[in-house]
């Protein structure tokens, strides 16, 4: 079965995270995405807690996000490699790049050369600021974004300050912005015919998944304050609490669900407690109803209160590590972790986040090693066997 972006060839100048993931979206839902890294390769690949698959050149988190693509190396300060570029992006739809703004103009590869070289481009470039204002050509980092995006302002416990999450929340928030961003772009072009760039920013897009706190301050001027485990509805029965082993999140945020919570703790006295008998008291007298709560649920574990409070329909959550999580019975549903064979084994990775009935994400292609196609795909782009020794011998690729 046919997946929605089969047929699409992407050529994808991205390092590190945000720009990988967009694309390996993509990829995992049939794109054919050509991986250009330079000769010594792409950062991500070195690194992360694991020495053996640093030293090979196939880190972890590298894997992650370039599964399904194929690389090719080159170097991109050598005019012959700018040459086999042109030759690429004229049988391609899209290209991606992450670089600082002018980076890609300077090489002779920018949206305006490459436009020129197909005119039906989409070219999709990320970055922390986007192409336009005062910070345009300053370098972004995660963290960096998610100081000034308003994300750590509103993360943790005001005793403790501003925290960072606990993952890289605005490459891959800019990487989801970028990948929906393209195909976007493509559907527009079924019915204008046309190309474009695309100029996706990490503070953009956290900002517009910030979109609910923006409104808050813009409507109401209400500036949102850490509050650390708890809902953004300040409702006490949403919040993080101790078990006597372990920890559960409760979501209880109606009236019903509230009044089901306090049968199951054994605590239906305090359902006609004047302090508890509205959301409005329930925020004021927040501390006394933590400390009844507190108090159940230090006879069982986690685990158990979660079972039960699901069974009682008073939703929660335990608070799982990855490695618990990955073995939970609803994932074995659910198609998110794949696993297919990989040079030095079998590797088990994420694809997306979401089910199609037919013709959804797949692992098709094991992340490849360092320029493992470039002569399969300078072939493509119509490179003779012999043109392509040259260049190795010249060091393009």
């Not at 967009?22 to 890294?37: F, H």
């Not at 199951?264 to 400390?291: H, K, Q, Y």
């Not at 939970?328 to 199609?356: D, N």
């Amino acid at each position: 079965m046919s997946r929605p972006f089969e047929g699409v060839r992407i050529i994808d100048f991205t390092r590190v995270l945000a720009g990988p993931f967009a694309s390996y979206q993509l990829a995992v839902l049939g794109a054919d995405v050509v991986k250009i890294e330079a000769r010594d390769g792409d950062d991500m690949r070195f690194g992360g807690g694991d020495k053996t698959w640093s030293e090979r050149g196939m880190a972890a988190g590298w894997q992650a996000v370039n599964a399904n693509k194929r690389s090719l190396t080159l170097d991109l300060k050598k005019p012959a490699a700018i040459e086999a570029i042109g030759r690429l992006v004229a049988k391609a739809d899209v290209v991606i790049e992450n670089f600082r703004p002018g980076v890609m103009d300077s090489l002779g590869i920018g949206y305006e050369a490459l436009s020129k070289v197909n005119p039906k481009l989409i070219y999709c470039a990320v970055s922390g600021f986007g192409h336009t204002g005062p910070e345009s050509k300053a370098a972004a980092f995660d963290g960096m974004i998610q100081a000034m995006s308003g994300l750590m302002s509103v993360t943790g416990h005001p005793e403790m300050g501003p925290t960072r999450v606990g993952f890289p929340a605005c490459d891959v928030t800019a990487g989801a912005t970028a990948a929906f961003a393209v195909a976007s772009a493509l559907f527009q072009r079924t019915h204008t015919g046309k190309g474009q760039k695309v100029d996706v920013a990490m503070l953009d897009s956290m900002l517009a998944h910030l979109g609910v706190l923006v409104a808050d301050w813009t409507m109401s001027g209400i500036k949102p304050p850490q509050i650390g485990n708890r809902s953004y509805t300040r409702k006490p029965t949403g919040d993080m609490f101790p078990t006597a082993e372990g920890y559960i999140v409760l979501a209880v945020m109606t009236d019903a669900q509230f009044v089901r919570l306090l049968r199951e703790i054994g605590r239906p006295d305090a359902i006609d407690d004047p302090r508890f008998a509205n959301w409005d008291t329930r925020i004021a007298n927040a501390g006394p109803l933590r400390a009844v709560i507190v108090e159940a649920l230090a006879s069982d574990t986690a685990l158990n209160w979660a079972e039960r409070f699901r069974k009682a329909d008073a939703p929660c959550g335990k608070v799982y590590s990855i490695d618990e999580i990955l073995a939970h019975p609803q994932l074995e549903h659910r198609p998110l972790v794949q696993e297919i064979e990989g040079p030095y084994g079998t590797v088990k990775l994420a694809t997306s986040g979401f089910r199609l009935d037919h013709g959804g994400a797949a692992l098709t292609r094991p992340p490849p090693k360092l320029g493992q196609h470039t002569d399969e795909l300078l072939g493509e782009a119509g490179y003779s066997t012999a043109e392509i020794a040259s260049m190795r011998e010249a060091k393009v690729i």
